[in-house]
């Protein structure tokens, strides 16, 4: 595992920190790092640590102005794959869910995977290059 220095962290927030770690880890591979439920964990793969946020989390805490951090959104992280087709077999088999079908253009061919809370996590093909 590299030093956490050497990591692009990225914080989703997430309704229930234990159901994220079981996806994280089940579906895609990540490794527990720390995990303080119902508050907090923190996974790795490769160079990514995602930061996995509950409402009881810090980050969760209210704004001055009121608003409350959630999930959501069109922010991802982008997650490389060899074989779009049977990583999306894989995980429909699973139970997991999708925004959208395979989407191809000129660089590779993605979808969209929602983790628990409705985070996107795109699943991308490189195109093959002749």
């Given at each position: 595992?590299p030093?956490?220095?050497?990591?692009?962290?990225?914080r989703?927030?997430?309704?229930?920190?234990?159901?994220?770690?079981e996806?994280?880890?089940?579906a895609l591979?990540?490794?527990?790092?720390?995990?303080?439920?119902?508050?907090?964990?923190?996974?790795?793969?490769?160079?990514?640590?995602?930061?996995?946020s509950?409402p009881?989390?810090?980050?969760?805490?209210?704004?001055s102005?009121?608003?409350r951090?959630?999930?959501?959104?069109?922010n991802?992280?982008?997650?490389i794959?060899?074989?779009?087709a049977?990583?999306v077999?894989?995980?429909?088999?699973?139970?997991?869910?999708?925004?959208n079908?395979?989407?191809?253009?000129?660089?590779?061919?993605?979808?969209l995977?929602?983790?628990?809370?409705?985070?996107?996590?795109?699943?991308?093909?490189?195109a093959?290059?002749?």
């Amino acid at each position: 595992m590299p030093e956490a220095q050497d990591l692009v962290s990225v914080r989703y927030m997430v309704d229930d920190v234990a159901a994220a770690v079981e996806f994280y880890t089940r579906a895609l591979d990540f490794e527990v790092l720390t995990s303080f439920p119902p508050a907090f964990a923190d996974v790795a793969r490769g160079g990514l640590r995602l930061l996995l946020s509950g409402p009881a989390s810090s980050a969760g805490r209210s704004m001055s102005d009121g608003a409350r951090p959630g999930p959501g959104g069109w922010n991802r992280i982008h997650l490389i794959v060899d074989d779009l087709a049977a990583e999306v077999e894989r995980l429909r088999a699973t139970g997991a869910t999708f925004r959208n079908e395979v989407v191809t253009g000129p660089g590779g061919s993605q979808i969209l995977l929602l983790d628990p809370a409705g985070n996107v996590i795109e699943l991308f093909q490189p195109a093959a290059r002749g």
